[in-house]
Nanobody, 122 residues
Framework: QRQLVESGGGLVQAGGSLRLSCTAS????????VGWFRQAPGKEREAVSC????????YYADSVKGRFTISRDNGKNTVFLHMKSLKPEDTAVYYC???????????????WGQGTQVTVSS
């Protein structure tokens, strides 16, 4: 069974840091584009970052460039989202997902985790 599990969310003060993890089971994450998305209450799900191991393409939303970094540990079948200089507007449920090819479009991802809550207090 193909499964993604996110972890690492929590409550942090503005300016703080968090590292989210997305661990796969039942398949090899290295073969897929992995995306991180977030959804705040009343807002649409948006792409935060995505990365393709096959061609090295990486995407960051303008709102997180310079603050968030996506990385992989293929030995652990895990993708990370390193978040620093967090802002209250980063508060959302964060999801990881996989796609067959590189894209930041949420609708083109077909395997999703359950999400992890990130709350940034001012």
């Amino acid at each position: 069974q193909r499964q993604l599990v996110e972890s690492g969310g929590g409550l942090v003060q503005a300016g703080g840091s968090l590292r989210l993890s997305c661990t796969a089971s039942g398949f090899t994450l290295e073969h897929y584009t992995v995306g991180w998305f977030r959804q705040a209450p009343g807002k649409e799900r948006e792409a935060v970052s995505c990365h393709s191991e096959n061609d090295g393409n990486t995407y960051y939303a303008d709102s997180v460039k310079g603050r968030f970094t996506i990385s992989r540990d293929n030995g652990k079948n895990t993708v990370f989202l390193h978040m620093k200089s967090l802002k209250p507007e980063d508060t959302a449920v964060y999801y990881c997902a996989t796609a067959e090819f590189f894209t930041p479009v949420p609708g083109l991802y077909d395997n999703w985790g359950q999400g992890t809550q990130v709350t940034v207090s001012s």
